[in-house]
């Protein structure tokens, strides 16, 4: 019996996807439930499990090419049940009274599939394309990512360690594709102004340390900073809400709600998963929100419906070491809060010079809806939440 593997159905909004990698080939043995391919979308990448234990007979639609919902692309070829009674031939003896042997029991398993290297396991499709095509053992390189992956500079560049002058042209992913878009976009549509300010974060950090043990076994997470940042904007938002604002048409959209995103590097791209109603969450409530996205992020099952929406946007260029920036909207959205490293500088306190952890703040806005005095009020409040953070504790 044969089974056709079908193209499942697309999320809402998203027309059709692109198969970005076959993890089986034709011949294979596979097993219920295990996945078969990877479909990319404009936003997330979809698994496609088999429907039954079996052997992947034909691959009817190749890495590459594009899919709709339903479009059949491949055939299994269903397992035999899990046993089958065969009966042995007995000579007739003459004597009709003579008990027939047991009947022969026969047990098929369907062959489990070889599993990956363990150097190959968590490697992207990219990554896994350029270490076939140069023949390069990846256990033999050391990754840069995060968390020690293995990025496709680490293999392009152990490749050129021969002298050899390289060249590859690979296709744009999806969602690559889709992030120049809206980048674009935002540029051609919205007259983007960006200003900044300063923030001295020694409140922060002491309450950090002085609660991060406890805090850790009460509510089961760390006590990051991040939460500081999205309690601090979403009381400058609730403060100033054209900042929350966004343009439909001729007419501006005030939310009463703010959904915040949290812009997140990964190997496929840029994702900006949404907090929702964050105005109404703990501190407790967004670092578990938080782990839950950097999980999904690292182990790519972050859905469409974590990234629709969202009223502002967060992006911390300082883990990657930024001092200053000017990061770009995410329309429709009117602004987005820039973080940057910090570091110890010197300021004036009490006439006294002292060393401060200090951090730029960049707010590019939208300036057709949000006026420069708006932007610069909304610094400041998030500013002087995070100096003084028993004011948004106490919703002051």
């Not at 998203?14 to 996945?35: L, Q």
């Not at 404009?42 to 890495?63: T, W």
């Not at 923030?199 to 309450?207: H, S, T, W």
């Not at 953070?389 to 002051?396: D, I, K, N, S, V």
């Amino acid at each position: 019996m044969t089974i056709e593997v079908k193209v499942p159905v697309l999320p809402e909004s998203v027309e059709d996807a692109t198969i970005a990698t076959w993890h089986k080939k034709a011949g294979d043995a596979v097993r219920r439930d295990e996945n078969l391919l990877d479909l990319e979308t404009d936003k997330v990448v979809l698994e496609v499990p088999a429907p039954a234990d079996g052997v992947l007979r034909s691959i009817l639609v190749e890495a590459g090419q594009t899919v709709v919902s339903g479009d059949v692309l491949a055939v299994i070829e269903q397992a035999p049940a899990a046993t089958e009674v065969r009966q042995a031939s007995v000579p007739d003896s003459g004597n009709s009274a003579a008990a027939a042997p047991a009947p022969e029991v026969v047990t098929w398993t369907a062959q489990p599939p070889t599993p990956p290297a363990a150097a190959t396991a968590k490697l992207s499709p990219a990554v896994r394309r350029v270490v076939a095509e140069e023949h390069i053992d990846p256990g033999s390189i050391e990754g840069s990512g995060r968390g020690g992956r293995l990025t496709k500079g680490d293999v392009l560049a152990f490749a050129r360690k021969g002298g050899s002058r390289l060249e590859e042209r690979v296709n744009m992913t999806r969602l690559r594709k889709r992030i120049a878009e809206r980048m674009k976009e935002a540029q051609n549509t919205a007259a983007i102004l960006t200003s900044f300010n300063e923030v001295d974060l020694k409140a922060v950090m002491d309450l950090r340390t002085r609660f991060r043990e406890e805090f850790l076994k009460h509510h089961g997470v760390k006590l990051g900073l991040m939460s500081f940042f999205v309690k601090a904007c979403c009381d400058a938002l609730r403060k100033h809400p054209v900042v929350n604002a966004s343009i439909d048409g001729d007419e501006i959209v005030y939310h009463n709600f703010q959904d915040v995103g949290i812009a997140v590097s990964t190997d496929r791209g840029l994702m900006v998963p949404i907090i929702r109603n964050a105005e109404g969450l703990s501190l407790a409530e967004i670092e578990k929100t938080i782990e839950q996205f950097a999980v999904k992020a690292r182990e790519g099952t972050i859905s469409l419906e974590d990234l629709q929406g969202g009223t502002f946007t967060i992006t911390n260029g300082g883990v990657f070491g930024s001092l200053v920036s000017t990061p770009l909207l995410n329309p429709p959205q009117s602004a987005i809060l820039g973080m940057h490293a910090i570091k110890d500088r010197p300021v004036v306190l009490a006439g006294e010079i002292v060393a401060r952890p200090m951090m730029y703040l960049a707010l590019s806005y939208d300036h057709r809806i949000v006026d420069g005095r708006d932007a610069v009020q909304f610094l400041v409040s998030v500013k002087e939440s995070l100096e003084d953070p028993a004011r948004f504790l106490l919703g002051l």
